[in-house]
């Protein structure tokens, strides 16, 4: 995670709230087990909950706890994302004991006496204490370090650092279960009121309040007790990052790159796809004050690049040759050149040390050496050639080396063709070129250049089933620059032996995967250029190009495309539930309900939907899709498209009508449902003119950010009324700004670049604006 305060675009002067985001991104990270790397030595959770609820059972039935309902198995509909190996899903009523205070009286106030707290005191309305000299029971008497959760009007967690008190009502004293750490107990319940804060859970007018049942029966995850350790560790040290950062601005520098490192790398920890795109999903929410500076795109390019090499930018294809086989067919090259006498004898590699295997391997790689990929690799001129001003032949060496590519500078020196014969190497297109001295790991691809190189690079020529590109990231992780100054020799000016080189340990992929990895980081690399390009453009633009960048990093290749008939169902499920909602609507027709679908797609980024949208008269519109989801809604018997008695189409109910939406429920996640409501409830009285402006003012800008091109107002609303139908040139340039700029006022109607593009259309199409 980068960017938090910088020098040119101060953090907190162009974010709102930028530190409180952090600190909600930092447990968001914790509460999903993401902060920190899960470790096989620790227990399971699931057998320390269920002693936990034994334990439970009997203490109520002793008398010795207040009777609450016995918590229910969390269903996967309750589930708002996965749980890492060994946590256990649980309810808020499974992590202790939630103790509410007393109704006290003013005749109960007193001038001395212990103080009792309310809420206003925990909030820090009201540092005034009023007191009491009455006797209570003990369970409501707080001690420094107790936990404290204030359930109305300030929707909050505390940690009691004051003197010993009483507690008044509408906050919970809580005690700890033996399955919590207390610390992250503390952490858990911050993060889960304000889940709840969010929901329909909290009601009131005036003043936000959550009852007890909902409260207890609130999903959390559980982590095994030791990792918990862990996690409150790496929490405070950050949130001791973000004190530092409201304290004192002077310190930005060094504040912003740790907490940079920490959440980038909580990236690679990421289990599978699914995981690994909720975290992407995460950090893209966050990304205007996370990415807003050089360092910070620098730093995001890095972990891309390690993200990479261990396999976690595509899906694995079981149908690819594995590593294993394609190491054979390296090693019978090698050695049917070594018989022709093309090249040394290859020497022996050692074994890889499991302690140098610093990650676990996707199916069908293998951990291998450099030198077992390499037919050849060997260092530069060791000596200075004779040079010739008016030679052809340039002198290069490791600072010559750049982003793939040998750059010759002004003032390297040139060498004769005579002074070349002698010096030049045998390199061809497998050649790579790297630095080895004083400055580490420059690449550089060799394409015929006339070059002598210098002894601060050396070249390696690699086998023919590897590609060079892919070997070119391996040296560009910021594995190999650990391993490298690991290894190096020199104090002021580090130097990589040649052994060190042969040594270097890589995880070595099928040669298919490589290309689609070379393919996915170009890509990705793409993105980040032209963010960083623009810079200085509106904080809207950033935005619009990071999303871009988590949309093509995870949904083309972290996900496998869901099969046509689930697609059908998932598409009829939508559907379905979008009609029941607003059949009822007199402007709820064919043209709406296309509208609504896209847009849910879209803002709920619906994968399993995948429409193929059109730039036609009614576009965005996806023919094939209306006439699928239109036929299941009748063979269902839920609704049966109509003509109006004046123009247009409706839907009517059928016989079973709403009787889709159990399994609507199960088809899509808590979060996805909100957001498919949220965009119908937002689409309910908008005429069908409106929708259409909406969404295709909407799908146009999307198709700006997948193409990378730069948003405006004015490129967006010309491309709608020039390069789409002309029917769309009924409304006037005025209109179109103008519900444009009524988009921009909605969140939820600001395009992230999810999907594909939409198709057709008319280029430079005529008319008068």
């Given amino acids: 995670m ?88 649980c309810r808020i009523v499974d992590t202790g004991d939630y103790i509410n205070g007393l109704a006290f009286k003013p005749s109960d106030w007193s001038s001395i006496g212990r103080p009792i707290i309310r809420i206003q005191n925990l909030s820090g309305r009201n540092s005034e204490f009023n ?258 001003p008016d030679g052809d032949y340039y002198f290069v060496n490791g600072n010559n080396l750049k982003q793939g590519k040998i750059v010759i500078k002004p003032e390297t020196k040139t060498v004769s063709e005579s002074e070349y014969s002698k010096h030049k190497k045998s390199l061809d297109e497998q050649s790579i070129l790297v630095s080895i001295n004083g400055t580490i790991g420059n690449v550089a691809f060799y394409k015929h250049e006339k070059i002598i190189l210098g002894k601060s690079a050396c070249y390696f020529n690699l086998a023919s089933g590897v590609s060079k590109h892919f070997v070119r990231l391996l040296i560009e992780a910021p594995g190999f620059m650990k391993y490298a ?52 453009q509106a904080r809207q633009l950033s935005e619009q190009l990071a999303s871009t960048l988590v949309e093509r990093a995870l949904d083309e290749d972290s996900r496998q495309a869901p099969s046509i008939t689930d697609r059908r169902v998932a598409r009829t499920l939508l559907a379905a539930e979008i009609t029941h909602r607003l059949h009822s609507q007199r402007t709820f027709g064919q043209r709406k309900l296309q509208k609504v679908i896209y847009l849910a797609e879209h803002v709920a980024r619906l994968a399993a939907i995948q429409g193929d949208y059109l730039r036609d008269a009614a576009g965005p519109h996806d023919r094939h899709l209306m006439n699928q989801i239109e036929g299941e809604l009748q063979n269902r018997k839920w609704y049966e498209r109509i003509e109006r008695e004046t123009v247009g189409h409706a839907y009517r109910p059928l016989s079973h009508a709403g009787q889709h939406q159990q399994a609507y429920k199960n088809a899509w996640m808590a979060t996805e449902r909100a957001s498919i409501e949220q965009v119908i409830e937002l689409m309910r009285e908008w005429n069908t003119d409106h929708c259409e402006m909406t969404v295709t003012l909407y799908a146009a800008w999307n198709d700006f950010i997948l193409e990378g091109r730069p948003v405006t107002d004015e490129a967006i609303v010309a491309e709608v009324m020039h390069s789409w139908n002309d029917t769309k040139l009924r409304f006037s340039k005025t209109e179109w700004l103008a519900v444009l700029a009524e988009m921009k006022e909605q969140k939820t109607l600001i395009p992230t670049g999810f999907g594909k593009r939409t198709t057709g259309g008319m280029r430079n199409l005529l008319g008068i604006e």
Avoid at 5 to 34: C, M, W
Avoid at 306 to 322: C, F, H, I, T, Y
Avoid at 501 to 530: F, R, S
């Fill in 2 to 89: 980068t960017a938090l305060l910088t020098n040119n675009l101060p953090l907190l002067a162009g974010a709102p709230n930028g530190i409180k985001k952090l600190r909600e991104l930092i447990l968001e990270l914790a509460v999903r087990g993401q902060l920190v790397t899960q470790q096989s030595e620790d227990l399971s959770a699931k057998s320390g909950l269920d002693a936990s609820r034994t334990a439970r059972v009997k203490a109520m039935a002793d008398g010795k706890i207040k009777k609450e309902k016995p918590a229910v198995e969390v269903t996967n509909n309750e589930q708002p994302f996965r749980l890492p190996c060994g946590w256990v899903w």
């Fill in 131 to 388: 007191r009491t000299e009455r006797e209570v029971d003990s369970s409501v008497v707080v001690s420094p370090g107790d936990i404290l959760v204030s359930w109305s009007a300030t929707l909050d967690a505390f940690i009691w650092q004051g003197e010993q008190a009483v507690l008044n009502q509408h906050i919970f004293r809580v005690i700890p279960s033996a399955v919590m750490h207390d610390q992250y107990l503390y952490w858990l319940l911050k993060w889960a009121i304000k889940v709840l804060a969010d929901s329909d859970h909290a009601h009131g007018l005036v003043m936000a309040h959550i009852n007890r049942g909902p409260f207890l029966a609130q999903p959390v995850g559980l982590p095994p007790l030791a990792e918990q350790h862990r996690i409150v560790a790496k929490v405070d040290e950050l949130m001791a990052l973000c004190d530092r950062l409201e304290a004192q601005q002077a310190d930005t520098e060094n504040a912003h790159t740790k907490l940079v490192q920490t959440l980038l790398d909580s990236l690679p920890q990421a289990s599978d796809a699914t995981d690994f795109a909720a975290n992407w999903q995460r950090l893209a929410e966050h990304f205007q004050t996370l990415f807003t500076t050089e360092s910070s795109i620098d730093a995001l390019k890095q972990t891309l690049l390690q993200l990479a090499v261990m396999g976690k930018l595509v899906p694995q294809d079981p149908n690819d040759e594995p590593a294993d086989e394609l190491l054979g067919k390296i090693t019978k090259e090698i050695a049917l050149l070594h018989s022709e006498g093309k090249i040394r004898k290859p020497k022996l590699t050692a074994p890889i040390p499991s302690e140098d295997r610093v990650f676990q391997t996707p199916r069908g790689w293998k951990w291998v050496r450099l030198s077992q990929i390499t037919r050849q690799l060997g260092d530069g001129l060791h000596g200075t050639p004779i040079y010739s």
């Fill in 485 to 536: 100054l690991k290894s190096a020799t020199g104090t002021t000016i580090k130097n990589l032996g040649l052994k060190a080189m042969n040594d270097y340990p890589i995880a070595l992929p099928p040669l298919a995967e490589q290309h689609k990895i070379v393919g996915k980081v170009d890509q990705l690399m793409t993105l980040c250029e032209q963010l960083q390009t623009r810079l200085t």
